[in-house]
């Protein structure tokens, strides 16, 4: 046995409080010990997913952007122009900055609704039962 956990020969009250407290703390310690390790072990493996997932998202990315230039130049060789690849890269090139105009905008629209309605809601109501009840008093 060591030290700490041997019993002491005191049994006022105050004796078994402390050793309470003692207990307590040792707990403590040993489930925020525990704690710590798995925490570092959560953050290793879900890094390692965020940056698996940051690689797939770049990766797509590319392929997104290579599928686009493929397409272009396949619009350009059926037009058979000499600089038709370039009138159909700006149409790309609008196009796909009209759509991210057109969802900066739908967030746009969706962040001025704010947020937690139904809470604003009821501190409203509240802010007219005070006024009601100032007005009374």
Request: hydrophobic letters at 60%; proline letters at 2%.
């Amino acid at each position: 046995m060591n030290q700490s956990s041997a019993p002491t020969h005191s049994t006022g009250i105050l004796a078994h409080g402390a050793g309470f407290v003692a207990a307590s703390l040792r707990y403590c310690r040993a489930r925020l010990t525990l704690a710590g390790i798995e925490a570092r072990e959560a953050a290793v493996r879900y890094g390692i997913a965020a940056a698996l997932v940051a690689v797939a998202l770049f990766i797509a990315v590319l392929g997104y952007v290579f599928l686009v230039i493929t397409l272009v130049f396949a619009i350009a060789a059926a037009l058979d122009t000499p600089h038709a690849w370039i009138w159909v890269m700006a149409g790309a090139a609008l196009l796909h900055l009209g759509l991210a105009a057109g969802l900066v905008w739908f967030a746009w629209t969706r962040a001025k609704a704010g947020a937690f309605p139904f809470t604003v809601a009821e501190f409203r109501k509240d802010q007219q039962w005070l006024k009601v009840l100032a007005k009374k008093n």
